[in-house]
T-cell receptor, first 115, second 113 residues
Framework: SAVISQKPSRDICQRGTSLTIQCQVD?????MFWYRQQPGQSLTLIAT?????????ESGFVIDKFPISRPNLTFSTLTVSNMSPEDSSIYLC????????????FGEGSRLTVL | AQSVTQLGSHVSVSEGALVLLRCNYS??????LFWYVQYPNQGLQLLLK??????LVKGINGFEAEFKKSETSFHLTKPSAHMSDAAEYFC???????????FGTGTRLKVLA
């Protein structure tokens, strides 16, 4: 199993500002995933973060808006840039220890409210 | 392309009653299917998974699900609901060779005393 810690757990932000979310895993993992969970909606994959390479973004998400860092095998950050109220969501970090089709382990999420 | 449909965004059952949460999938390749549970202010936790072995899958907390290819379904059941089962439940699909999981929109289960 994996223990995933996310910071902050929640925050209230002003429009136009940026916030960086940290994700720390208690074991080394190749791939880390960032999901967005908007109110009343499902989880949507934002990007996949591999250590030592650029993150791979899903359709509808761009690096300028959601820059990601992956400095080592246990840590990643997601920045939500130039926030608007539409960015109010829960952002979840996850890992797949078994690789492809294994179990996804999730952090507790970072709940962002943008005013 | 793959997709997941969860019928019923909210389900209420009485304590001790049968829990049935519905999930239908669409996939052009053999699917791998999952049920996750999310308790308030927590991340998602795996309940059970189907990865092409036995079609009846047993998970944690007394939950089970049956993969029915003919019906493209993977419904989640529990014989007797407990108050602690109140949470949001997500069905998800993926397949071999990809890291992309497609999640359903979730079903919020309410257990009535």
């Amino acid at each position: 199993s994996a223990v995933i810690s996310q910071k902050p757990s929640r925050d209230i932000c002003q429009r136009g500002t940026s916030l960086t979310i940290q994700c720390q895993v208690d074991s080394q993992v190749t791939m880390m995933f960032w999901y967005r969970q908007q109110p009343g909606q499902s989880l949507t994959l934002i990007a996949t973060a591999n250590q030592g390479s650029e993150a791979t973004y899903e359709s509808g998400f761009v690096i300028d808006k959601f820059p990601i860092s992956r400095p080592n095998l246990t840590f990643s950050t997601l920045t939500v840039s130039n926030m608007s109220p539409e960015d109010s969501s829960i952002y979840l970090c996850s890992v797949d220890l078994q690789g492809n089709t294994g179990e996804l382990f999730f952090g507790e999420g970072s709940r962002l409210t943008v005013l | 392309a793959q997709s997941v449909t969860q019928l019923g965004s909210h389900v209420s059952v009485s304590e001790g009653a049968l829990v049935l949460l519905r999930c239908n999938y669409s996939s052009s390749v053999p699917p791998y299917l999952f049920w996750y549970v999310q308790y308030p202010n927590q991340g998602l936790q795996l309940l059970l998974k189907y990865t092409s072995a036995a079609t009846l899958v047993k998970g944690i907390n007394g939950f089970e699900a049956e993969f029915k290819k003919s019906e493209t379904s993977f419904h989640l059941t529990k014989p007797s609901a407990h108050m602690s089962d109140a949470a949001e439940y997500f069905c998800a699909v993926t397949h071999s060779g990809t890291y992309k999981y497609i999640f359903g929109t979730g079903t919020r289960l309410k257990v009535l005393a």
